[in-house]
T-cell receptor
Framework: QKEVEQDPGPLSVPEGAIVSLNCTYS??????FMWYRQYSRKGPELLMY????GNKEDGRFTAQVDKSSKYISLFIRDSQPSDSATYLC??????????FGDGTTLTVKP | EPEVTQTPSHQVTQMGQEVILRCVPI?????FYWYRQILGQKVEFLVS????????KSEIFDDQFSVERPDGSNFTLKIRSTKLEDSAMYFC?????????????FGQGTRLTVV
């Protein structure tokens, strides 16, 4: 079993749609949860990170963590064509290294 | 805005040759990382580095790999004898704090092609 499983894509939505991206994990030692956005042939760009269970909002983005279910989500409201990218979930133990999901490629169509 | 810079952006090398990938982390950051991403696959942790020594390394980071911070600003990844399967994007990242390793900033990557 992979430590981090990410919902496979690709995902294609119309502009303005709400997007839900999801990951599950098996390692209870994970304490920090992150979402990165990666454009083609570029480095991952940190979007959001959370520590505790619950929701964290930043503009159109909401990160949700449910530690009891070992499940994290990223919601994008009012999606824009510029949101088209690959989204990576990643998780850390205290050790600092990040374990990434496989990524979900999102296309937002105008 | 401060950023992590990597050079070169693309390196082509022959199998068996040594390559050195270079990174300049953000200046006040203390923790440094190398990750790789084989085309179409996930980003994989290679090594973390703090206080001039390796903090943690993955099983990928075998004796062919080494890291160094030669001059207080650069952070390098050396692959001694490259193999075809080393072809990948290599990302350097840095963060100020390890326990908040969440806030790691990634460079744009070096695409290594081994022929």
């Amino acid at each position: 079993q992979k430590e981090v499983e990410q919902d496979p894509g690709p995902l294609s939505v119309p502009e303005g749609a709400i997007v839900s991206l999801n990951c599950t994990y098996s390692n209870s030692a994970f304490q920090y949860f992150m979402w990165y956005r990666q454009y083609s042939r570029k480095g991952p760009e940190l979007l959001m990170y959370t520590y505790s269970s619950g929701n964290k909002e930043d503009g159109r983005f909401t990160a949700q963590v449910d530690k009891s279910s070992k499940y994290i989500s990223l919601f994008i409201r009012d999606s824009q064509p510029s949101d088209s990218a690959t989204y990576l979930c990643a998780m850390n133990t205290n050790a600092g290294k990040s374990t990434f999901g496989d990524g979900t490629t999102l296309t937002v169509k105008p | 805005e401060p950023e992590v810079t990597q050079t070169p952006s693309h390196q082509v090398t022959q199998m068996g040759q040594e390559v050195i990938l270079r990174c300049v982390p953000i200046s006040n950051h203390l923790y440094f990382y190398w990750y790789r991403q084989i085309l179409g696959q996930k980003v994989e942790f290679l090594v973390s580095f703090y206080n001039n020594e390796i903090s943690e390394k993955s099983e990928i980071f075998d004796d062919q790999f080494s890291v160094e911070r030669p001059d207080g600003s650069n952070f390098t990844l050396k692959i001694r004898s490259t193999k075809l399967e080393d072809s990948a994007m290599y990302f350097c990242a840095s963060s100020y704090d390890k326990t908040l390793g969440t806030e790691a900033f990634f460079g744009q990557g070096t695409r290594l092609t081994v022929v």
